[in-house]
């Protein structure tokens, strides 16, 4: 799956595409403590990604490979356990953020986990995370929960996360 965003040639999304070797992981891992508060240690993120149901998608750009993260623009890191899909982590690179990359991903992993047998799909954000809400709102999520005390804060705080969830297309949208 490939896609194109105008741009100055430096950001264009080049592709999103499952995650498919060690060094992408680890630069996944580079790429995620830089832009989420809270990362996972890296041998979390390999963990969780030898789960069955579980994979990544990861979003390459047109500029050059720093070495460090490969070229990736932003990643998405999903799970399906029974008829439940699950959105575990996302995040685009500061530097890239608002050109439809997170969209990008989020439709992709959406799009794979329906396509796998999720009946729904599941999400937690943090609360005051506005851009990240109104992304998950415009695509169908809705709030169903509160996890109080969820999101740890770099500065040490804790926030409360909302789950989100996303019924399946064809299900019956009178049952939750």
């Known amino acids: 799956m490939s896609s194109e965003v105008p741009s100055d040639g430096i950001s264009a999304i080049v592709a999103v595409e499952p995650l498919q070797d060690e ?14 508060e809270d990362p ?26 720093d070495g460090e993260t490969a070229g990736l623009a932003g990643y998405v890191i999903c799970g399906r356990a029974g008829d439940d899909g699950e959105i575990l982590s996302i995040g685009v690179d500061a530097a890239l953020r608002g050109q439809g990359i997170g969209r990008e991903l989020l439709n992709a992993a959406v799009a794979h986990l329906f396509q796998s047998g999720a009946e729904a799909i599941f999400l937690e954000v943090s609360e005051d995370n506005e851009s990240a809400l109104a992304l998950y709102r415009k695509t169908g999520f809705e709030t169903v929960g509160r996890r109080k005390n969820y999101v740890k804060r770099g500065d040490g705080s804790q926030g409360d996360a909302l789950i989100m969830r996303l019924p399946h297309p064809s299900a019956d949208q009178t049952q939750i």
Not at 23 to 36: D, E, K, P, R, Y
Not at 47 to 61: I, K, Q
Request: hydrophobic letters at 55%.
């Open 40 to 65: 996972w240690p890296p041998e979390s993120v390999a963990e969780v990604l030898s789960m069955p149901g579980a994979f990544a998608l990861v979003a390459r750009h047109a500029a050059p490979d």
């Open 23 to 36: 060094a992408t992981g680890l630069a996944l891992g580079v790429l995620q403590s830089n832009v989420i």
